[in-house]
């Protein structure tokens, strides 16, 4: 079956530094990638996506490519601010239209210190 | 455009009552899920409602239950309340004409005592 398998946290970073959360998956098709993030005390938002392979998501200074032959959508940064402190989510939908093949990773909780 | 409403944001409970959550989805969103985020933990599939039906339900007991009206909202009742089901409810839409990304609310905090 599919699923998502996203690095553990908490992972504890200093202001500026590189950051990368790695995520891999497994899917019988054709699958949608995401990146949500939660910030403290708030619901869950989309932070990227990408839609088939090779495809490369970009937002807020992060990004993740989608790679088919590794089957991964690793989050990078390449310097971190203390307000992206937060629980960075990966998942799936598959297939991409059509409800409920949905699966997300348990979660990565970043800390950015100053 | 209004994004997903949920309401009440905060929400204290005892041992044994009944809890009603509520959420409101982008207008023309028929798809509605639920999800429980204990505290520390990943997010647990509830729910899955579309079309006023319940299409799957999650590892939950019977005690959690909910519906769908016909403009789309949805209603998530928890009975008998336990303490472990204090966490963070969270609704979202689904855009399942395009990507199958989720749009999420800000959640609802239940605390059981």
């Known amino acids: 079956g599919d699923s998502v398998t996203q690095m553990e946290g908490p992972v504890t970073l200093s202001e500026e530094a590189f950051l990368t959360i790695n995520c891999t998956y497994t899917a019988t098709g054709y699958p949608s990638l995401f990146w949500y993030v939660q910030y403290p005390g708030e619901g869950l938002q989309l932070l990227l996506k990408a839609t088939k392979a090779d495809d490369k998501g970009s937002n807020k200074g992060f990004e993740a490519t989608y790679r088919k032959e590794t089957t991964s959508f690793h989050l990078e940064k390449g310097s971190v601010q203390v307000s992206d402190s937060a629980v960075y989510f990966c998942?799936?939908?598959?297939?991409?239209?059509?409800?409920?093949?949905?699966?997300f990773g348990t979660g990565t909780r970043l800390t950015v210190i100053p | 455009e209004a994004g997903v409403t949920q309401s009440p944001t905060h929400l204290i409970k005892t041992r044994g009552q009944q809890a009603t959550l509520r959420c409101s989805p982008i207008?023309?969103?028929?798809?509605v899920y639920w999800y429980q985020q204990a505290l520390g933990l990943g997010l647990q599939f509830l729910l899955w409602y579309d079309e006023g039906e319940e299409r799957n339900r999650g590892n939950f007991p019977p005690r959690f239950s909910g519906r769908q009206f016909p403009n789309y909202s949805s209603e998530l009742n928890v009975n008998a309340l336990e303490l472990e089901d204090s966490a963070l409810y969270l609704c979202?839409?689904?855009?399942?004409?395009?990507?199958?990304?989720?749009?999420f609310g800000e959640g609802s905090r239940l605390t059981v005592l």
């Open positions: 207008s023309g969103h028929t798809s």
């Open positions: 998942a799936l939908s598959d297939p991409p239209t059509g409800a409920n093949n949905l699966f």
């Open positions: 979202a839409n689904q855009d399942t004409l395009n990507t199958g990304e989720l749009f």
